[in-house]
């Protein structure tokens, strides 16, 4: 029975496609001219990648003409491609901890198209939870602390799905 698993996951991975190679250099969002830069800390690389469904299974699909907009930021690229997407300062001296607003990523071309918004994310608060009560305080107290001091930032990667229209 476990051959038979093995050799069914063999053929399974046989089965996938490998991502499309990017093939042009990274591009880099433009910043809003009506945003302080001061909220700006550094940038962070984002890859755009998208696909449709073809005979019930996801297929990457290129060439896809995509905007990228915010209130803060904005690019047009074809996927698949690099972004470099600001990240901004998190801190109370700007309005909502100095949040971006949502990104939205529109695609379009070849008869498909499709949308994806994006949340930019801050670090995440954790526990250490052997070490008790008060060491879990301590660790949860040091941990928010660093996660309201890093900055927002967008996912690493985004997968647009298109369809016909």
């Not at 496609?17 to 302080?36: F, H, K, R």
């Amino acid at each position: 029975m476990k051959s038979l698993t093995c050799i069914a996951g063999i053929i399974a991975l046989s089965a996938c496609t490998p991502p499309l190679e990017i093939t042009q250099p990274n591009a880099t969002a433009g910043v809003v001219s009506t945003v302080d830069r001061a909220r700006i800390t550094s940038y962070r690389t984002t890859e755009i990648r998208t696909y449709t469904m073809q005979d019930d299974a996801q297929v990457e699909v290129g060439n896809q003409v995509c905007s990228l907009r915010s209130e803060e930021v904005a690019a047009q690229v074809i996927t698949p491609i690099r972004v470099d997407i600001p990240r901004f300062v998190q801190s109370g001296n700007f309005e909502n901890r100095g949040r971006p607003m949502p990104l939205q990523i529109s695609c379009e071309g070849n008869g498909l198209q499709g949308a994806e918004t994006v949340f930019a994310q801050d670090k995440q608060v954790s526990t250490a939870t052997n070490a008790g009560i008060g060491g879990a305080i301590l660790s949860t107290v040091v941990s928010a602390a660093v996660a309201s001091s890093t900055p927002w930032r967008f996912p690493e990667a985004v997968k647009v799905t298109v369809r016909p229209y």
